[in-house]
């Protein structure tokens, strides 16, 4: 197997004497990094749930062609007897609607395509949003420390304090609802978490002796911010992306679920459950089971493949080599 | 030499041959107890009016127990800490309050060699990068420029300079050491601060980078202050050595001057602790006994800091402050902060301090309660 093979190279490498000339530029070490892919790449479980991320993302994607072929667009009504039964209620699963229709006759296959979209949109775009201002922050407040520390922990203090789903809900209603008002309300809600993981890190990082040689070199705050403590608390910070984009989907469903986040007609699983509700009663599962899947799957591989990233990139113990 | 000037190291103020001069440097931390209310913190006494120079071209050597400051007092000379007062003048210039902007042009002159080679040296960054942070900072030079002379720095301190994209953990602990020295190389500075560069390595690796140390001088024509606590060490590579106790200078002289004629009892505590190669001469000598601990430099003791430990001790010495000043018959170069100096050929391991009890007890509580 080629990752066996690359794990004798990878013990053996850094350790090989050093010739000269070739043979000395072609043994290079290999960054912290690069060892933490490699890690990640020989963890089985990583590498099931990441082609499962591959597929849901390619089903986003490539939603318009699911609609091709099945023949139905992601807002097409289709009344009875077609969509809907001739009391008005959706028809099951069949070999028209793969996943049935919903309560107005429309394809809950093609929805659930087209509501990936809005999933993985905002999962990733909220919680890069998220870790970029925790980060930052994290990184500003432990590093001036005093005043600035002070003011920016309390802020995270009490971000923490405030129930988000009722922070979220008012403010979303207040702004009123929209894809980019979801993301940046997520967004400035959640970072407070990542801030509070950063500044921790970067406390001891700060006192380390190599900061102190880049002051001394005369580099300025953002410098030695950027450059020289944030590889060393960038593992963390990855991890916790990655355990936080199905943290934000689910927010993001929610949201829908409440009938705050993307107005229809556009789809959207929160939402599909949340309309589902209504005709469950009258023996429609399929409308509540398929997108209650769909959120699952979802965030279940990308929990799973979050744990492999933690355990990858910030190994304890035996894992340390590959 | 009038008593006004008494304070001032041996040279002559206005002395061109002098790099480095530190006036009265003093420097406080804050005991954080209790951030609020705290009206009046207690401070630890790191740094209590240091003076010194150092000449062009010369190693001083900066000796004293953990904890008693030089650490400090050199962080302070490269502005790594702000001074709480005094003065700190490199090459004829103020620079112990320049704000940090006005500040770089000097870090370019002045670079510090740190003790611990694991931490000093970023796990994350390669070491071309590391090593080219001060052409990075300075925005000197940039790509292949910057590599060319990175590389040409790494063969100076005997690293291979293919090494270039290998990261501080791929090195030895010497190894380590070498770039840090690189690094503080980069800009050929006036003056280099090395605190403790030896002492985290093993003995045959010490000599190779003393020896790299010596060569890099006597090359580039560098200044050192020498900081250390191997007295051995220190003999070797300095021209002259100041002992630091409880964050003053006890004696400042001459190397061999400060080895042959030590006149503080602190200086001569220590240098009869230096282990001799000669069995023979070992058994002979009489090893001066220091009772008692460093007291705490939160509340350090009154007149001269060491008389709660001192063998010679008088009620003087609890009462006033003795000043950095030569004794005896010293030359002008030879300094020391004692009120009963040691004569030549004293010896002091059986001297018994004309003192109360009392006075030399700092924590009565500890023992009983008196």
Same mark, same amino acid.
């Given at each position: 197997m080629s990752s066996s093979t690359n794990a004798a190279t990878a013990l053996v490498e850094p350790a090989a004497p050093v010739a000269e000339g070739e043979a000395a530029a072609k043994i290079e070490g290999k960054s912290p990094w690069r060892l933490g892919i490699e890690r990640l790449r020989r963890d089985r479980a990583a590498m099931i749930s990441l082609g499962i991320i591959v597929a849901i993302v390619l089903m986003a994607i490539f939603a318009p062609v699911i609609a091709a072929i099945v023949g139905h667009g992601p807002n097409q009504q289709f009344t009875a007897p077609i969509g809907q039964t001739a009391e008005g209620q959706p028809v099951g699963p069949s070999s028209t609607f793969w996943f049935g229709t919903d309560t107005v006759g429309r394809d809950v296959l093609v929805r659930i395509a087209y509501g990936a979209r809005i999933s993985l949109i905002v999962g990733l775009v909220a919680t890069v949003l998220t870790v970029a201002i925790g980060a930052i922050v994290g990184l500003a407040s432990a590093y001036f420390g005093g005043l600035t520390d002070s003011i920016l922990a309390r802020v995270m203090d009490w971000l923490l304090a405030v129930p988000f789903l009722l922070l979220a809900i008012s403010l979303v209603s207040v702004i009123g609802p $929209?894809?980019?008002? *979801?993301? @940046?309300? @997520?967004?400035?809600?959640?970072?407070?978490?990542? $801030?509070?993981?950063?500044?921790?890190?970067? *406390?001891?990082?700060?006192?380390?002796?190599?900061?102190?040689?880049?002051?001394? =070199?005369?580099? $300025?705050?953002?410098? @030695?911010?950027?450059?020289?403590?944030?590889?060393?608390?960038?593992?963390?910070?990855?991890?916790?992306?990655? =355990? *936080?984009?199905?943290?934000?989907?689910?927010?993001?469903?929610? =949201?829908?679920?409440? $009938?705050?986040?993307?107005?229809?007609?556009?789809?959207?699983?929160?939402?599909?459950?949340?309309?589902?509700?209504?005709?469950?009663?009258?023996?429609?599962?399929?409308?509540?089971?398929?997108p209650s899947l769909a959120l699952l799957i979802t965030t279940l591989a990308f929990n799973i493949f979050g744990d492999s990233v933690r355990d990858a990139f910030d190994p304890r113990g035996d894992q340390l080599f590959v | 030499m009038?008593?006004?000037?008494?304070?001032?190291?041996?040279?002559?103020?206005?002395?061109?041959?002098?790099?480095?001069?530190?006036?009265?440097?003093?420097?406080?931390?804050?005991?954080?107890?209790?951030?609020?209310?705290?009206?009046?913190?207690?401070?630890?006494?790191?740094?209590?009016?240091?003076?010194?120079?150092?000449?062009?071209?010369?190693?001083?050597?900066?000796?004293?127990?953990?904890?008693?400051?030089?650490?400090?007092?050199?962080?302070?000379?490269?502005?790594?800490?702000?001074?709480?007062?005094?003065?700190?003048?490199?090459?004829?210039?103020?620079?112990?309050?320049?704000?940090?902007?006005?500040?770089?042009?000097?870090?370019?002159?002045?670079?510090?060699?740190?003790?611990?080679?694991?931490?000093?040296?970023?796990?994350?960054?390669?070491?071309?990068?590391?090593?080219?942070?001060?052409?990075?900072?300075?925005?000197?030079?940039?790509?292949?420029?910057?590599?060319?002379?990175?590389?040409?720095?790494?063969?100076?301190?005997?690293?291979?300079?293919?090494?270039?994209?290998?990261?501080?953990?791929?090195?030895?602990?010497?190894?380590?050491?070498?770039?840090?020295?690189?690094?503080?190389?980069?800009?050929?500075?006036?003056?280099?601060?090395?605190?403790?560069?030896?002492s985290a390595l093993d003995v045959s690796i010490q000599a190779q980078i003393i020896n790299l140390l010596a060569d890099l001088q006597s090359e580039l024509g560098l200044t050192y202050i020498f900081i250390a606590h191997d007295l051995s060490v220190v003999r070797h590579v300095s021209n002259s050595v100041a002992v630091m106790y409880l964050g003053k200078v006890t004696e400042h002289a001459p190397v061999e001057q400060l080895w042959n004629h030590p006149r503080h009892p602190y200086t001569d505590a220590l240098l009869s602790a230096v282990p001799l190669p000669d069995p023979n001469k070992s058994a002979q000598r009489e090893r001066i006994i220091l009772v008692g601990d460093v007291p705490s430099p939160i509340v350090p003791p009154s007149g001269c800091r060491f008389h709660p430990r001192c063998p010679k001790a008088r009620q003087d010495c609890v009462d006033r402050d003795p000043e950095l000043v030569p004794r005896l018959s010293d030359g002008p170069d030879h300094l020391a902060a004692c009120h009963f100096p040691v004569e030549d050929g004293e010896d002091i391991s059986k001297a018994r301090p004309s003192l109360a009890t009392e006075d030399r007890i700092i924590e009565p509580g500890l023992l009983g309660g008196a």
């Open positions: $929209g894809l980019s008002v *979801l993301i @940046i309300v @997520i967004g400035f809600l959640g970072w407070a978490s990542v $801030g509070r993981i950063v500044r921790g890190q970067v *406390l001891s990082i700060r006192e380390k002796e190599y900061v102190e040689a880049a002051r001394s =070199l005369g580099a $300025g705050p953002w410098r @030695i911010m950027f450059i020289d403590i944030l590889p060393n608390v960038i593992a963390p910070i990855i991890v916790y992306t990655s =355990l *936080l984009i199905p943290v934000t989907i689910v927010a993001e469903a929610s =949201l829908s679920f409440l $009938g705050v986040g993307i107005p229809p007609p556009t789809a959207d699983w929160g939402q599909m459950i949340a309309d589902s509700q209504s005709v469950y009663q009258y023996g429609a599962w399929w409308y509540l089971v398929f | 009038s008593a006004s000037t008494a304070a001032t190291p041996p040279v002559d103020a206005t002395d061109a041959d002098v790099l480095l001069r530190v006036e009265n440097v003093v420097k406080h931390f804050p005991v954080q107890s209790g951030k609020l209310f705290n009206r009046d913190p207690a401070v630890v006494h790191a740094v209590d009016g240091v003076s010194l120079s150092v000449r062009r071209g010369e190693t001083v050597g900066l000796v004293g127990e953990t904890g008693c400051g030089k650490s400090t007092l050199a962080r302070c000379i490269v502005r790594l800490h702000d001074l709480t007062s005094g003065r700190v003048i490199f090459d004829g210039d103020d620079i112990s309050t320049l704000p940090p902007r006005q500040m770089r042009p000097y870090r370019r002159e002045m670079q510090m060699i740190f003790q611990d080679p694991y931490g000093s040296l970023n796990p994350r960054r390669r070491v071309g990068s590391i090593i080219g942070d001060p052409f990075a900072i300075h925005k000197t030079a940039s790509g292949q420029e910057r590599k060319r002379r990175v590389q040409e720095v790494m063969e100076l301190v005997g690293l291979n300079p293919e090494h270039f994209n290998r990261f501080p953990a791929e090195f030895s602990g010497g190894q380590r050491q070498r770039i840090g020295v690189a690094r503080a190389l980069a800009f050929r500075p006036k003056l280099i601060v090395c605190d403790e560069p030896v």
